[in-house]
């Protein structure tokens, strides 16, 4: 057996969620278009500014081969303004609304690390919560998640823990940390009655250029979390700084990176660029790699 397919046995402990009573099997491959309600974020042509923008980008993210769209209101590229949950609501407005009317089978996640804001996207029909903070922002983040009884999407971020020297890290590895972390958090998820989990290695925060490809080198050890894995790497500084590069010359980066990370096990992909994932899904499918 290959190490591809040794993996993907790994994977399909839990590849099922249940999702508005509805099982969806992420242990096939799927990706998640970027929706940007911002007017920062790093990759400008991810930015839609007006409800048109929105549904035309939607549209063909969606033709191109998006499983999910996932809309934010906040940049969370490094030193980019932290916004109040009121304004990430007042630019959301009834986006989510809209793409549920226009396309009610696309699955909607929202980017947020508020409780406030988690509450308004259930409330307008959003399927998942993308939170990059891992519940260290917002402590009312969480019971909301578990009340609605929809997946959550549990990032390894350590920039909000101050108080765990960088000397400790470093000694106990990226991958032994993020492993110690991940189960912490998902644990305490469970024990609140979040259950339908999706794991994400938070590429890009809290961590060096090393420590990034580290984990990915390594991703495949997060299976033993016994949970579907999200890679999000699309057009990141993880890229560029090893090209030389801007965020809109990364496209040939992020596909190699996607690569990896299929090889390695990951199913759901966070990304910009839907058909050239779509592409690389199909051509590795067609190598008999999953």
């Not at 999702?19 to 242990?27: A, P, S, T, V």
Request: aromatic fraction near 6%.
């Amino acid at each position: 057996m290959s190490q591809a397919k040794k993996q993907s046995t790994v994977f399909q402990k839990s590849r099922f969620l249940n999702i508005k009573g509805q099982l969806h099997d992420f242990g096939q491959p799927k990706i998640m278009g970027i929706l940007n309600m911002t007017p920062d974020s790093f990759f400008e042509e991810s930015r839609v500014a007006n409800q048109e923008a929105l549904l035309e980008r939607a549209n063909h993210m969606i033709n191109s081969g998006a499983d999910i769209l996932d809309i934010g209101a906040s940049s969370t590229r490094p030193q980019a303004a932290i916004n109040s949950p009121q304004q990430e609501i007042d630019r959301l407005a009834d986006s989510i609304s809209l793409i549920k009317k226009e396309f009610p089978s696309t699955l909607i996640s929202i980017d947020t690390y508020y409780g406030e804001v988690a509450s308004f996207g259930i409330e307008q029909g959003v399927d998942l919560i993308n939170d990059i903070s891992a519940g260290q922002f917002d402590q009312s983040l969480w019971p909301t998640v578990a009340k609605a009884n929809i997946p959550y999407i549990l990032s390894y971020n350590r920039s909000g823990l101050n108080n765990v020297p960088q000397s400790q890290l470093q000694a106990k590895g990226i991958v032994t940390d993020a492993l110690s972390f991940l189960s912490q958090k998902r644990a305490e998820l469970q024990a609140i009655g979040c259950t339908d989990i999706i794991i994400d290695p938070g590429f890009g925060f809290g961590k060096s250029l090393a420590e990034n490809h580290e984990l990915l080198q390594k991703l495949e050890h997060l299976h033993l979390l016994g949970v579907p894995l999200l890679v999000g790497v699309s057009r990141k500084s993880m890229i560029t700084k090893i090209l030389n590069c801007s965020a809109s010359q990364a496209l040939n980066g992020t596909s190699i990176l996607h690569t990896l990370a299929y090889t390695k096990g990951a199913r759901l992909f966070r990304v910009h660029d839907v058909a050239a994932a779509k592409e690389m899904i199909l051509l590795l499918e067609a190598q008999d790699l999953h």
